[in-house]
């Protein structure tokens, strides 16, 4: 009897293998965000601890800026909390966002890792560069804000001062700071945000191009709402990094996309 020919090799699991990122079931995307969120937690407990030993420091450096502004009005500087609990909260609150921030580099990992699967090969070899320009980019916004934005803001605050004598609380004063810094610290992530949308296909360079005017209308808006006062130069210190760091992120978007299509051109090409 004639043997029959063998059948054709269709890929199977080995094709699955080889193309990019693989394919996950959904109970399996399931698993791998919960380990991913074991870890980030993981981490960030450890930096709270971490975070515990210094807050009493840290919340002396968030004073020292309204302590300046104070002095600088020849007000009397000091800084009061107005019950025998009054100071816990913030030092809690300041020991869990130090455990975020020194935790920020794994937490960072762990959601490229978790992405990961669906990307090309060269693009989950750029987890170092996607984890430090997150954190330094984080830390450059709040550092922007700790030593520009507050300096120039608060004294323009006390100048509303009218009859009466500031007495400012550590509660309100922890809150206020904390919306600043954490606020441009987040604004300063727009290179990383439109580098991954631009990596998913949301957004090209044309498209961020042609609405510019749109992004900086927006952004316009944005600074309108939350500037403080109406001064034109505290709107203009609001709009001036957010409206850089969209042209930065339109140019990350363009190296993005122009290494996308170098390598599909290498592919067809090899198809060929």
Avoid at 130 to 151: A, D, R
Avoid at 232 to 244: G, H, N, Q, S
Avoid at 258 to 268: G, I, T, V, Y
Wanted: hydrophobic share 55%; no cysteine; proline share 7%.
């Amino acid at each position: 009897m004639a043997t029959p020919p063998p059948l054709p090799d269709t890929g199977g699991p080995a094709t699955q293998e080889n193309e990019p990122g693989g394919r996950m079931s959904f109970i399996e995307h399931l698993a791998e965000l919960r380990k991913r969120l074991i870890y980030s937690f993981s981490a960030i407990g450890v930096g709270m601890l971490a975070g515990f030993a210094v807050a009493d420091h840290v919340l002396v450096w968030i004073a020292a800026p309204m302590m300046a502004a104070l002095k600088e009005k020849h007000e009397t500087a000091h800084i009061i909390y107005t019950s025998p609990i009054g100071v816990v909260g913030p030092f809690i609150h300041v020991a869990f966002y130090l455990g975020l921030v020194l935790a920020s580099p794994v937490v960072f990992y762990e959601l490229w890792m978790f992405v990961a699967p669906g990307l090309y090969k060269h693009e989950k070899q750029a987890v170092m560069t996607f984890v430090i320009s997150s954190v330094g980019l984080f830390l450059v916004g709040v550092g922007f804000g700790y030593f520009w934005l507050l300096p120039y803001l608060l004294p323009l605050l006390l100048a509303f001062q009218g009859p009466f004598v500031p007495y400012i609380s550590i509660n309100e004063l922890y809150d206020f700071t904390l919306l600043v810094l954490m606020g441009m610290g987040l604004v300063f992530e727009l290179p990383v945000l439109i580098f991954f949308l631009s990596l998913m296909g949301v957004v090209t360079p044309k498209f961020l191009w042609k609405n510019a005017r749109y992004a900086i209308l927006i952004i316009t808006i944005i600074a309108a709402v939350i500037t403080p006062t109406p001064g034109a130069v505290t709107m203009l210190i609001f709009m001036a990094p957010m409206i850089l760091l969209y042209f930065a992120g339109l140019g990350v978007s363009w190296m993005v996309v122009r290494r996308k299509r170098r390598r599909a051109a290498m592919a067809s090409t090899e198809a060929h």
